[in-house]
């Protein structure tokens, strides 16, 4: 698949979709330092490409730049306000850095209720991050009752591998505890 967007991008290297195609796909085969560079051609493409932003901040998040992970969210945001993707994304990363300074509690939740409270079918990883965000604030109830309304819908999709996630961080709220990445 990467192969069809890598011809695409060069019959159109000015194409800023072209560009986050191949980025995507980059990123699903978990190469993230290729993905990255994607997204940053295509947003000095197209500077307001919200999709290009989007997954410009997925890309550097898992490399650990959390601060312009969170920037690149909030500029989707600014083009997509109601995107339930960004809104998502956003609000994991203000709920669960283990940079402190960028930890904002009370807007994850914003933005995870407003992700959860959207159109659509509540997914297990909106009710996560909502799970996450709430523990973040200390509400360790509403945590442990969202995290277990995920578990639910995991066990029901048959996904082990987000269960045995959630299945962790219901510990910790259980214990009082907030989920924090990287620890």
């Given amino acids: 698949v990467s192969a069809h967007f890598a011809e695409s991008v060069r019959i159109r290297p000015g194409s800023a979709a072209a560009h986050y195609n191949l980025g995507m796909s980059l990123l699903a085969t978990g190469k993230v330092a290729a993905a990255t560079e994607q997204f940053q051609h295509s947003v000095r493409?197209?500077?307001?490409?919200?999709?290009?932003?989007?997954?410009?901040?997925?890309?550097?998040?898992?490399?650990?730049?959390?601060?312009?992970?969170?920037?690149?969210?909030?500029?989707?945001?600014?083009?997509?306000p109601d995107w339930k993707p960004a809104q998502v994304e956003l609000a994991w990363l203000l709920a669960t850095s283990i940079d402190a300074d960028v930890r904002?509690?009370?807007?994850a939740v914003r933005l995870a209720e407003r992700a959860?409270?959207?159109?659509?079918?509540?997914?297990?990883?909106?009710l996560d991050v909502l799970a996450a965000?709430?523990?973040?604030?200390?509400?360790?109830?509403?945590?442990?009752?969202?995290?277990?309304?995920?578990?639910?819908?995991?066990?029901?999709?048959?996904?082990?591998?987000?269960?045995?996630a959630l299945r962790a961080r219901l510990n910790l709220y259980l214990h009082h505890e907030p989920y924090i990445d990287g620890r």
């Fill in 45 to 80: 493409i197209e500077p307001g490409y919200a999709f290009a932003h989007h997954g410009l901040g997925l890309a550097l998040g898992l490399q650990g730049q959390v601060r312009e992970a969170v920037r690149h969210q909030r500029l989707a945001l600014d083009h997509r």
């Fill in 104 to 107: 904002q509690p009370a807007e």
């Fill in 116 to 126: 959860a409270h959207d159109s659509g079918p509540t997914t297990v990883r909106v």
């Fill in 133 to 164: 965000a709430v523990a973040a604030t200390g509400d360790f109830g509403r945590a442990v009752m969202t995290i277990r309304e995920a578990l639910t819908l995991a066990t029901a999709e048959h996904d082990e591998e987000a269960a045995g």
